[in-house]
Nanobody, 126 residues
């Protein structure tokens, strides 16, 4: 079992930055692929970014490419999402997710992840 706890959400003006963190329990964090998803009111949960065991490769949704960066520190059991140049349409509850997969593989859909955090709210004012 893996437990995930997100933090770092909040209110930011358009153009600003936030860094989300997700701390995982368990001794096998370094063997889990990690992902960030988001869900706005009335919308489906959507993929934001994913990162493999070692930190490379990574992959991003087109809507955040060039503005968001996913990274991980396996020594701290933590995955990060650095969000720059935030837009009002980035506002959502952000979730981190984890699952165990072979080395180098990335996961892109919610159904592929077994473990989820409780989410952290990101609000972007225009």
């Amino acid at each position: 079992q893996v437990q995930l706890v997100e933090s770092g959400g909040g209110l930011v003006q358009a153009g600003g930055s936030l860094r989300l963190s997700c701390v995982a329990s368990g001794r096998t964090f370094s063997t889990y692929v990690m992902g960030w998803f988001r869900q706005a009111p009335g919308k489906e949960r959507e993929f934001v970014a994913t990162i493999s065991w070692s930190g490379s490769p990574t992959s991003y949704a087109d809507s955040v490419k060039g503005r968001f960066t996913i990274s991980r520190d396996n020594a701290k059991n933590t995955v990060y999402l650095q969000m720059n140049s935030l837009k009002p349409e980035d506002a959502a509850v952000y979730y981190c997710a984890a699952d165990a997969v072979p080395a180098g593989r990335l996961l892109y859909t919610p159904g592929e992840y077994r473990y989820w955090g409780q989410g952290t709210q990101v609000t972007v004012s225009s």
